[in-house]
Nanobody, 127 residues
Framework: QVQLAESGGGLVQAGGSLRLTCAAS????????MGWFRQGPGKEREFVTF????????YYADSVKGRFTISRDIAKNTVYLQMNSLKPEDTAVYYC????????????????????WGQGTQVTVSS
């Protein structure tokens, strides 16, 4: 059973940056397909970004494209989310998610494609 733990959230001013970390334990990290999702106040959980098991394929939501970057360090069993040029609308609880099953085409943006979830980390962007 894979456990995921996010860290790195906090309070930042608009235009600032944060790097979130998702540490995996208890499973075969090297074959995990990983995603980041977020849930803002009163909103549904939404897709942010995805990275495949070898780090070659990456996809981003339009709202974060060009500002956020996902990466992974297989040796450290860790996935990162570098967030730059943050906006107040980026305020949310950010969750990392993983699955050992390669998501079918375009399903990587669906919460149902993932089997493992972290507890979330709060990101607050002030204006």
């Amino acid at each position: 059973q894979v456990q995921l733990a996010e860290s790195g959230g906090g309070l930042v001013q608009a235009g600032g940056s944060l790097r979130l970390t998702c540490a995996a334990s208890g499973g075969t990290f090297g074959r995990l397909y990983m995603g980041w999702f977020r849930q803002g106040p009163g909103k549904e959980r939404e897709f942010v970004t995805f990275i495949n098991w070898n780090g070659i394929s990456k996809y981003y939501a339009d709202s974060v494209k060009g500002r956020f970057t996902i990466s992974r360090d297989i040796a450290k069993n860790t996935v990162y989310l570098q967030m730059n040029s943050l906006k107040p609308e980026d305020t949310a609880v950010y969750y990392c998610a993983g699955t050992h099953v390669s998501p079918a085409a375009y399903t990587y943006s669906s919460t149902g494609a993932y089997d493992y979830w972290g507890q979330g980390t709060q990101v607050t962007v002030s204006s």
